[in-house]
Structure formats: C-alpha cells, structure tokens
C-alpha cells in the first residue's frame, strides 16, 4: 500500500533522478551505479558531474558482496540501482539481497535510488515489493507513468520518507515552478479514479506478456547456439551475449542495411565494457514484426562466426 504522504511528482523518472543527483550530492561527490545499468541514467549523473563508480552485477541482480568489498574504500553519496526487470538485463534482485543492500545502506550511511519503473510491468510469476516497502528511510524510490501510461505525459513519482522531501523542495526548479507538471496530473488522477489507468494496464501487460513470450521462442529457434540470452519475467528487454571476439558496436552499420536496430552492450557503463553483449526490446513491435527482425539478427551473427 503507497501512501500518498510519501509521494512526490517529478516529470518523468529520468527528471526525479536529476532532482536527486543535485539534492542529495555534491559536483564531484561519488555515486555507486550497477554495471550494466540504463545508459541514460548515466548520463544524467554525468551531467551532474558526479563520480561514478561501477558495481557488478550477475544473474541474481546487484552483487551485495562486491558492494560490501567496495564499501571498505569508497563513500558513496547514493547508489543506483534498477531491481525490477533491470534495463538492460532484466533481471530482478532476489529478497536476499534486498535485504542485504538496505543492512549495507543503514550501516555506511548512503541512499538507495531505486529505480522502479518496471515494478508493474510482470508478466510471469513472483515480483518482490518495491524496495520502498522494504525500508523507509534509506531508499528513494522512483515510478513512472511512461511506462504503464504514456511516455509523453512526462510524469512520475518519487516514493520516500516524507522528511527527504524539504530536501527536495529547497530545490530551485521545484520552489520558483511550486511543483511538477499539475494539468498533467489531474488528468492522470481522473484516469486513475474511472478505473481507466488500472484497465489500460492490464491490457498492456497482456500485450507485452504475448510479445515477451513470442520473441523468446522465435530467438530459441534462429539464434545460432554460442549466443546466449536472458527470458525475461517482466519489463521491456532482452539482452543477448555474443562469443568473446564480437564488438556488437561493430555490427550496427550491417544491421542497420537489414533494417534492423539494437543497442550495443558498450553503451550501459561508464568502462564501455558488456562489448560482447547488446540489448533488444520487444515491447514495441507486434509479432510479425519482431519475428522478421530476430531472423534478420540471427543471420547477422551467423555471418560473423568463427
Ligand atoms: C530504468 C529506466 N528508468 C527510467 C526511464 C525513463 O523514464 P521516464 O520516461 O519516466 O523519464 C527508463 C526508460 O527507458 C528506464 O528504462
């Protein structure tokens, strides 16, 4: 259960993270980030000129051991994390580790900015709880309504401790507007109250479910056999691992002559390393047409294979 006492309205999650890098760090200050991690997200902190340290990650989520190794030499102001449906991976953190990473959070005194857009969009069985439901005082939470609405609405919510919001409200931007994006709003609130946003969901997430589904049978089937990939449970990704000797930068100019796109893996850390990986999405097309794009993609990594 939310409590609306602990939310606050941002124009977009991108916008309540940029909010937060300015509010609750310092230029310079250091910030933890998972590795792989949204490319934007990136580019945000960067724009904030934070530094930004890199923690690794596998198929359980963020590696709670590493973090404790790298927590003996570094003081992050915050650590970004994406639990659910991680983009680009898709991996969701297991409850163990949740808890673990809100123990570490408590001990060495640092935000969790948990990035949660994802969180509503399961397809296929057990999600944990937001990580806000977890702890209330060292974790941010960030929603979206781009995801489960419309991107172009521009809004979103943070979820906290109602007394980090003075923090954010000292803010320039947010003291000189009075707040975020208010036609908006009571736009979404009404679709809120005629049931409309929780029907439009379940929609999607029945279309999503179906194009999740399809595409993973269809990349089981072309896919040459050295190229891994994650089945997603719930969010928008899906992202593959090439052999070793692959720069999946290197494959872009040949997919974009079979009209195909992807994102490389260099682009989700600061070390420009994952080269070997690269990230699709099947939320957007239809079946047809990501059937005839996974076929192409396969083609295109047959002819690169040693
Ligand atoms: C993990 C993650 N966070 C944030 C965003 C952007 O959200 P918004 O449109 O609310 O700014 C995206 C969009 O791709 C995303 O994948």
């Not at 490389?264 to 099947?282: D, V």
Request: hydrophobic share 40%.
């Amino acid at each position: 259960m939310v409590r609306p006492e602990r939310l606050f309205l941002t124009a977009g999650a991108s916008h309540g993270l940029d909010l937060i890098s300015g509010c609750f760090a310092q230029p310079g200050d250091t910030v933890f980030v998972e590795a792989p991690t949204y490319f934007l997200a990136l580019k945000i902190l960067q724009g904030r000129n934070l530094r930004i340290v890199s923690v690794p990650t596998d198929s359980d989520g963020l590696d709670v051991v590493a973090l404790e190794h790298l927590l003996e030499m570094e003081k992050p102001a915050f650590l970004y994390t994406i639990p659910v449906h991680h983009n680009p991976t898709s991996v969701t953190l297991s409850v163990v580790r949740r808890r673990k990473l809100i123990e570490l959070a408590e001990k060495h005194k640092f935000f969790i900015i948990a990035d949660e857009v994802y969180q509503l969009l399961n397809y296929n069985g057990y999600t944990p709880s937001r990580l806000a439901a977890f702890d209330d005082s060292r974790v941010i939470s960030l929603g979206s309504f781009s995801k489960i609405l419309a991107p172009g609405l521009r809004l979103a919510w943070i979820e906290t401790e109602p007394k980090h919001f003075s923090v954010l409200g000292r803010c320039g931007v947010i003291k000189s507007g009075g707040g975020v994006n208010p036609f908006t709003s009571a736009i979404v609130e009404s679709a809120i109250t005629l049931g409309l946003q929780d029907s439009y969901l379940e929609r999607v997430r029945k279309v999503y479910s179906q194009r999740c589904a399809h595409m993973i049978q269809v990349l089981d089937h072309v896919l040459p056999k050295v190229v891994g990939f994650t089945k997603p449970k719930g969010g928008f990704f899906v992202w593959l691992k090439l052999p070793q000797y692959i720069d999946s930068k290197e494959l872009l100019a040949e997919a974009q002559i079979l009209k195909i796109g992807f994102r490389p893996g260099s682009l989700f850390s600061q070390e420009e390393g994952f080269t070997n990986f690269l990230r699709i999405c099947f939320a957007y097309y239809n079946e047809a047409e990501s059937e005839w794009a996974c076929k192409q993609l396969g083609r295109l990594f047959s002819s690169h294979l040693q």
